[in-house]
């Protein structure tokens, strides 16, 4: 089991961990349970899919509250601390020229996600449905990417496109998709996540995975929950999520994360 001694850091996922995106509802005992843990001295840190533009205003209110200062974000792709990037890993130029010229071609449409903007090549909607709970302030530019960096792609499509994509060779050795809504994929480097995040996270406060723990409920949080010392999954998660996750604690609308602390012996 934990030994809560060890512990000084504690990764959070957002969307269904702290936060539920379809109510757009932070559960009270979310704030009072973080700050209990700065109390111990523990730091709470966001690790998320989303970029920093993307933020629900609720976690946005909690992270000048508390305030929080640690993000790993966009699946590990832009990583900052206290306003300034730790490291950061965008999507190189002739790889994004390669998806764009492909996507075209197959009529998909896709977005760009910097630390910024979300940029779609149109709006549809299909694409509103699926990007309208993370945020409405994304704009239209099908050609983001040739004067921004972009460290995540969003390309639309079903389940029944998988095999297109898988069999098209586009993604090659150094790409990845990770399915995260019926009509989308994140779309990243092969060795992207949030683990990846969460390394140059320790390193930079010369801290082990034996000092972290982290929450999370998707499948964008496999690696995660592998990378630290001490996995949870919420019980609303993934049935993969949950299988690999060293504690599984109760649903996020009950009070799953401030139980969760509370069972690890992290807060009282």
């Known amino acids: 089991m934990l030994d809560p001694q060890q512990i000084k850091i504690v990764f959070f996922d957002i969307d269904e961990t702290l936060y539920m995106k379809h109510q757009q509802y932070l559960p009270p005992s979310v704030p009072v349970a973080l700050a209990k843990l700065q109390q111990k001295g523990i730091i709470p840190a966001i690790a998320t899919g989303r970029s920093l533009c993307s933020l629900p ?13 640690l993000f790993v974000t966009i699946n590990g792709q832009y ?3 206290r306003g300034q ?11 994004i020229e390669r ?3 492909f996507f ?10 910097s630390e910024t903007d979300v940029a779609v090549n149109r709006i ?3 694409i509103a449905d699926a990007l309208d709970p993370i945020t409405k302030t994304y704009i239209v530019d099908p050609d983001y ?13 079903t389940q029944s496109q998988d095999q297109l994509l898988a069999d098209s060779g586009v993604l090659g050795e150094n790409l990845r998709v990770v399915r995260w809504h019926d009509y989308s994929v994140d779309l990243l480097a092969a060795e992207g996540s949030k683990a990846r995040g969460i390394q140059a996270v320790l390193q930079h406060f010369n801290l082990t995975p034996d000092n972290a723990v982290a929450f999370g409920d998707g499948l964008n949080d496999l690696e995660m929950l592998r990378e630290v010392g001490f996995g949870v999954a919420m019980g609303n998660g993934h049935s993969e999520l949950k299988a690999l996750a060293d504690y ?4 996020i609308a009950e009070d799953g994360l401030y139980k969760g602390l509370q069972q690890l012996g992290l807060i009282d």
Not at 104 to 113: G, M, N, S
């Open 57 to 69: 205003l609720e976690i946005k209110q909690l992270i000048g509250a508390l305030p929080i200062e």
């Open 79 to 81: 990583n900052s601390y």
């Open 85 to 95: 990037p730790l490291q950061t890993y965008p999507l190189a130029q002739a790889d």
């Open 99 to 101: 998806l764009v010229a």
């Open 104 to 113: 075209k071609q197959h009529e998909i449409d896709y977005a760009f996600v």
């Open 124 to 126: 549809t909607p299909e």
């Open 145 to 157: 990417y040739l004067t921004h960096a972009v460290y995540q792609m969003l390309p639309f499509y």
């Open 248 to 251: 599984v604690t109760a649903d």
